[in-house]
């Protein structure tokens, strides 16, 4: 054997290694997404564990966990108390129970204490029919004068019947607790009230129509906004004709701290970042998202949108190779927890560009992988 075909069989030995090696990992990534459990928190004890014959270098009894993987503030989140299961601000009605033989003859006994137990009641939702009573007047000593009626107060629609109390409660019932309006039809009629699903479906558009101004005022307040964290989220929605669900996709933009801002979109490509944007383009603004690639491709020719990665999607990768490389992903994971307890040092400081945070601590040196 020459040293040509010696060298072809050791890169071949060594592409196959790296094959089997990515092919494990894969395996593993599956069983563990399949068959292991969907909480990525971490005991700062385990990070010993990924290295059985070395503690890993993050392990140190001198430094401490970050507080979101500190078992002892999770046993404290545990034994926090549980708040009262009958609010103490609820309206009360106070029923007074005497005694037959009291009731009988009240002058013969004397009151020398009471016991108090108290119940929840509950009443549900009812209806009520508003009249609205609008007296004629003439002008005395003027019979022939046009009489004078008081305006009617402001509705949503002229002759809608519906309040827009009645209003909210169809649209909370509709998009907060995901009642269709024919399950909302029924429980109205076994109340004694029947609207048909219909004209339920036109008065929450008509709320809609009233609300698209605080749509509007929340889509410009993001248009303007140098900072905006972007998501998109599947939901299954029912296309008439064709007698099945399709998946459309909620695109979010978030602004830490103040409003989120929804569009709906069918698909699920580049045209829903630029969605959210104003039809004169973007203006420069810091974008936040996970590694879906509509997010690159849109941004692409646009060098005043800056991309920021998720940190949680960063940390889930070092997550899943904690088995592969134990004690370099040991030390990745204890910086990232210094950094969650940073952020929360932030979060408590209130701090922001006009208010420092704490100093931050240096990181050790980090240990190289095997």
């Given amino acids: 054997m020459d040293d040509a075909e010696g060298q072809r069989l050791l890169d071949e030995n060594a592409r196959l290694k790296a094959e089997v090696a990515v ?23 385990q990070l010993e564990l990924f290295d059985p014959a070395k503690k890993a270098p993050a392990a140190d009894s ?4 970050p507080a979101a993987e500190d078992p002892g503030r999770r046993d404290q989140r545990r034994k926090r108390p549980r708040p009262p299961r009958i609010p103490e601000d ?12 009291v009731l009988a003859n009240p002058e013969q006994w004397r009151r020398i204490g009471e016991e108090v137990r108290e119940q929840l009641d509950y009443k549900r939702a009812e209806f009520r029919r508003i009249r609205l009573v609008r007296g004629k007047y003439v002008r005395k000593g003027d019979p022939l004068a046009k009489p004078v ?19 909210a409660e169809i649209i909370d019932n509709r998009f907060t607790c995901h009642l269709p309006y024919y399950r909302q039809a029924e429980i109205f009629a076994r109340q004694g009230v029947n609207l048909h699903r219909k004209t339920l479906c036109d008065w929450a558009a008509l709320g809609a129509d009233w609300l698209s101004s605080i749509y509007r005022a929340i889509q410009h307040e993001h248009w303007r906004s140098r900072y905006r964290q972007f998501d998109e989220t599947p939901i299954d929605y029912l296309e008439p004709g064709r007698g099945e669900t399709r998946t459309g996709y909620l695109w979010t933009s978030n602004i830490p701290g103040g409003t989120v801002f929804y569009h709906w979109r069918a698909g699920r490509d580049a045209g829903g970042v630029g969605d959210l944007f104003g039809s004169s383009g973007p203006a420069a ?6 590694g879906y690639e509509a997010y690159p491709a849109w941004a692409r020719d646009k060098p005043h949108i800056t991309l920021a990665g998720c940190h949680a999607h960063l940390r889930r990768k070092f997550f899943e190779a904690k088995e592969q490389e134990p004690k ?23 701090a922001g560009p006009a208010r420092p945070g704490p100093p931050c601590a240096t990181p050790r040196e980090r240990p190289k992988a095997a």
């Fill in 23 to 45: 092919l494990k990992q894969t395996i593993d990534a599956l069983c563990r997404r399949v068959f292991g459990k969907s909480s990525e928190q971490l005991d700062p004890a």
């Fill in 62 to 65: 001198a430094d401490p966990g």
């Fill in 90 to 101: 609820l309206p009360v009605i106070e029923q007074v129970l005497d005694p037959p033989e």
């Fill in 149 to 167: 009626v008081a305006p009617l107060p402001p509705s949503l629609l002229d002759r809608c019947i519906a309040t827009p109390g009645l209003v």
């Fill in 285 to 290: 603004c810091t974008i936040q998202c996970d």
């Fill in 328 to 350: 370099l992903v040991a030390w990745i994971l204890r910086q990232l927890g210094h950094l969650y307890r940073i952020e929360k040092q932030l979060r408590e400081a209130k």
